[in-house]
């Protein structure tokens, strides 16, 4: 038995076979693609089916609904080790971006916006959309492991720097910033700091407490099993009420019923980067998923994908495959990165063998969740072995 398979035989107690038998999607293909979507369990189809039937049954039943979305906020706070009142349920993860950047204030000296490579689009475009407000974005770029050493932030962080953005886990490559390093340089130099937590949340343990950061943005529509069209937004307690949000709306009003015209009145309160209406039948399907993930849980969660993934890298290692993430264990996420010559046929030669999978810069991301065993390892082996000549050396 090699180092990685002993290890995985050796996971924590977590009984991924029954757990599998939760997602029907999985009796046909070899899924490790769950940072573009998780898969849809049983539960969470069932939680769909009741929005319907409750709206059949009551017709608008708004209380309900509301607790709903209370449900949501709750158990996000749970899993993220935070207080409710510092959760904000949004429609995505690029609202609670929005509704932060609304309301940080570029004029002054203090106009800089360190954003790391590793964001995802989205974040990158909102803080570029503050320019016109005063804000200077400074890029921190990878170096050529695949990583962004501190050095680089030590680099781009400074006392003119306003707020530093990252993400706990790159999209692209699956790379895992040293948020903690990051932070402890941001603090140094008075600078706010925005973790994107959305390629790690539901496969990471995350206790946004001890990371020590200001904010945290992502949704359910990935590792959370959840859906797309919902999202969260953490505040910490003690910068909420110095924020006052210009993209807002009525659900982010102190008193939300008051319903008045005449006054902007922002919670005390996370829901204060809120807007409008909850997305409530993403709010059920969002509190099953969240559900799900709280009952297996997080701290089970992460050791056995992080052994899934070592033996992954492993195994593909032995095919020749060569990786674009870093392959230790403290900084890489849920997926690995295979490097490739067509990065898109093979993610359709893949498909034909029922193994999904999804691509980035010329890579092929293998993003693996619970659910996912050996035998899904050995499945993409066997896929790349077939596919060698799009493998690149
Ligand atoms: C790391 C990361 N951040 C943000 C987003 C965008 O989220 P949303 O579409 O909910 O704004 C994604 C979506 O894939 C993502 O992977």
Redo the contacts with the bound molecule.
């Keep these: 038995m090699s180092a990685s398979n002993a290890a995985l035989a050796a996971s924590p107690a977590f009984d991924a076979q029954a757990f599998r038998a939760r997602f029907p999607t999985l009796k046909t293909k070899a899924y490790m693609n769950s940072?573009?979507y998780g898969l849809l369990a049983d539960e969470v189809r069932t939680a769909f089916e009741s929005y319907l039937d409750d709206r059949l049954r009551c017709g608008s039943e708004w209380g309900w609904w509301v607790e709903r979305a209370e449900a949501v906020r709750t158990g996000m706070a749970s899993l993220l080790r935070v207080d409710p009142n510092e959760i904000a349920v949004t429609?995505?993860?690029?609202?609670g971006?929005n509704a932060v950047a609304s309301a940080l204030d570029f004029s002054g000296p203090r106009n800089k916006v360190v954003v790391s490579n590793f964001?995802?689009?989205?974040?990158g475009q909102i803080w570029h959309a503050q320019e016109p407000r005063g804000a200077e974005v400074v890029h921190v770029p990878e170096d050529d492991t695949g990583y962004i050493p501190l050095e680089h932030f030590e680099k781009a962080i400074d006392e003119r720097t306003k707020v530093v953005a990252i993400?706990q886990?790159?999209?692209r490559n699956g790379a895992k910033q040293d948020v903690k390093g990051i932070v402890e340089i941001a603090r140094r130099k008075g600078a706010l700091v925005l973790l994107?937590?959305?390629?790690a949340v539901g496969a990471t343990d995350i206790d946004l407490k001890a990371l020590d950061v200001d904010f945290a943005?992502?949704?359910m529509?990935?590792y959370l099993l959840g859906t797309?069209g919902i999202?969260f937004f953490y505040c910490r307690k003690g910068l909420i009420e110095q924020l006052r949000p210009t993209v807002t709306g009525w659900f982010a009003q102190s008193n939300i019923f008051k319903m008045s015209i005449f006054e902007n009145d922002p919670s005390p309160t996370a829901r204060r980067f809120e807007m409008g209406t909850p997305p409530v039948p993403n709010c059920y399907a969002a509190e099953a998923g969240i559900n799900i993930i709280r009952e297996v849980g997080t701290p089970q969660i992460e050791p056995y994908i992080r052994n899934l993934t070592r033996h992954a890298i492993e195994r593909l290692s032995e095919i020749g495959c060569r990786f674009a993430m870093p392959t230790d264990d403290a900084r890489r996420g849920p997926q690995v990165t295979v490097k490739s010559t067509d990065d898109h046929a093979l993610v359709e030669r893949l498909a034909a063998r029922d193994i999904v999978v999804s691509n980035r810069d010329g890579n092929l991301r293998a993003m693996f969740h619970a659910y996912n065993t050996g035998a899904d390892v050995e499945a993409l082996v066997e896929g790349l072995k077939a596919n060698a000549d799009l493998l690149r050396r």
């Design positions: 940072g573009s429609a995505s993860a690029s609202a971006v964001e995802f689009p989205t974040s993400a886990v790159c999209y994107d937590i959305y390629q943005t992502g949704g529509l990935k797309a999202g």
